[in-house]
């Protein structure tokens, strides 16, 4: 079990730019969480996956923002045109349904994004 | 109002003694809640999780459930120094169907003094 891998660790950069991050989950889960931190609060629902399918987005995510899980295996978020706003911990978590309330979600360490 | 309330802290303990951390939700349909450990820095890690009404233990660890009161906590015994860390509640809501996200709370600093 490898964990939640998420790439990179930090990305530094200018207002305005186009960012990319990549997640990918443990290897037999079929859901996938993309969460946004800032600090001294508790992570913020972006969206999800279930296999290759977003079934949720946040209203309070913005056009700038997509999310894509194309094979149903890693994702990736995208944010175009990036304000000082986004700087933020962007996390991934993955998890297996399995018909029960139980539902557990496993984090990755998570991508350190600072707009300039 | 949020739909996870936690105080922020930061909750104060001396070394051995029992941490308890409150956790209050809104939504009546939430199913199951989860505890998340987070250091400094880092990621969160699920410590326990309770979907029942009543206690579950695990290790020094108790979740408590009251779905009456809409009220969630956990009991950490013999607080060590190394459980100084922020933790985090989370309600899952809307089971089944496509709403299944975990809503945080905004967590309680737990300082352990040695």
């Known amino acids: 079990d490898t964990g939640v891998s998420q790439n990179p660790r930090h990305k530094i950069t200018k207002r305005g730019q186009n960012v990319t991050f990549r997640c990918d989950p443990i290897?037999?889960?079929?859901?996938l969480y993309w969460y946004r931190q800032t600090l001294g609060q508790g992570p913020e629902f972006l969206t999800y996956f279930q296999n290759e399918a977003q079934l949720e987005k946040s209203r309070l995510l913005s056009d700038r923002f997509s999310a894509e899980r194309p094979k149903g295996s890693f994702s990736t978020l995208e944010i175009q045109r990036t304000e000082q706003g986004d700087s933020a911990m962007y996390l991934c978590a993955s998890s297996l349904t399995q018909g029960g309330t139980n539902e557990k979600l496993f984090f990755g360490s998570g991508t350190q994004l600072s707009v300039l | 109002q949020k739909e996870v309330e936690q105080n922020s802290g930061p909750l104060s303990v001396p070394e051995g003694a029992i941490a308890s951390l409150n956790c209050t939700y809104s939504?009546?349909?939430?199913?199951?809640f989860f505890w998340y450990r987070q250091y400094s820095g880092k990621s969160p890690e699920l410590i326990m999780f309770?979907?029942?009404?009543g206690d579950k233990e695990d290790g020094r660890f108790t979740a408590q459930l009251n779905k009456a009161s809409q009220y969630v906590s956990l009991l950490i015994r013999d607080s060590q120094p190394s459980d100084s860390a922020t933790y985090l509640c989370?309600?899952?809501?809307?089971?089944?169907?496509?709403?299944?996200?975990?809503?945080f709370g905004t967590g309680t600093l737990l300082a352990v003094q040695p």
């Open positions: 309770i979907y029942s009404n």
């Open positions: 290897s037999e889960h079929n859901r």
């Open positions: 939504d009546r349909g939430s199913q199951s």
């Open positions: 989370a309600a899952r809501v809307g089971y089944g169907g496509a709403t299944n996200k975990l809503i």
